[in-house]
């Protein structure tokens, strides 16, 4: 299984951007997907997931309200929209797959893609 993210760039505090990881075949049907990220000097961190069956999303508590995960069966990808962004949600982000959620809520995925890096900076 191969993960490509993309969509990161630079955008000012308050702005929006959506990130989208592409898996290399059915993964995103059939898998728990999610979105960590790592901001310098800091540990990898989970982000968001949503599961392979009924689409339940998690998210940790700092961007509930913000981020919006979602996916694509059709498209083999899973989304991340990003809103009313701040500083501190620069990282660079990396998408993530597992067999069930709660590998990915624990930090334990399967397979990861590569990083995307989001800066919000004025």
């Not at 069966?73 to 899973?78: I, L, P, R």
Request: aromatic share 10%; with cysteine; glycine share 10%.
């Amino acid at each position: 299984v191969q993960l490509q993210a993309s969509g990161g760039g630079l955008v000012q505090p308050g702005g929006s951007l959506r990130l989208s990881c592409a898996a290399s075949r059915r993964t995103v049907s059939s898998s728990a997907m999610g979105w960590f990220r790592q901001a310098p000097g800091n540990e990898r961190e989970f982000v968001a997931a949503i599961s392979w069956n009924d689409g339940s999303p998690v998210y940790v508590d700092s961007v509930k309200g913000r981020f919006t995960i979602a996916r694509d069966n059709t498209k083999n990808t899973v989304y991340l929209q990003m809103s009313s962004l701040r500083s501190e949600d620069t990282a660079v982000y990396y998408c993530a797959a597992s067999i069930a959620i709660g590998l990915l809520t624990a930090s334990r995925p399967s397979y990861w893609g590569q990083g995307t890096l989001v800066t919000v900076s004025s």
